[in-house]
Nanobody, 118 residues
Framework: QVQLVESGGGLVQAGGSLRLSCAAAGSFFSANVMGWYRKVPGKQREMVAVSFSDGSTNYADSVKGQFTISRDNAKNTVYLKMNGLKPDDTAVYYC????????????WGQGTQVTVSS
């Protein structure tokens, strides 16, 4: 069974920084696409940043230049460094990964709360 274990959320003042981590644990062949999504009550879950196995990345327009996604393939871990946080960034952040077990499995973390105070 594959699990995504997240850490790093919390409460921060506007302008501050946080780094989220997500490690894929269990028995599998490889972690392919790894990324972060966020959910605000009353709104749909949105993609924040995605990291592909070829090294390419994709960001939501709202976080470009502010957030940075990175990964350590040896540790099957993806990170999200969030700088210049704003109250609008307050959300539950979810890690997502396409794991080649095999077969491919679409996995979600449990979510970590990020709260930015003004």
């Amino acid at each position: 069974q594959v699990q995504l274990v997240e850490s790093g959320g919390g409460l921060v003042q506007a302008g501050g920084s946080l780094r989220l981590s997500c490690a894929a644990a269990g028995s599998f062949f490889s972690a392919n696409v790894m990324g972060w999504y966020r959910k605000v009550p009353g709104k749909q879950r949105e993609m924040v940043a995605v990291s592909f196995s070829d090294g390419s990345t994709n960001y939501a327009d709202s976080v470009k230049g502010q957030f940075t996604i990175s990964r350590d393939n040896a540790k099957n871990t993806v990170y999200l460094k969030m700088n210049g946080l704003k109250p609008d960034d307050t959300a539950v952040y979810y890690c997502n990964a396409i794991i080649m077990v095999p077969p491919n499995r679409n996995c979600w973390g449990q979510g970590t709360q990020v709260t930015v105070s003004s």
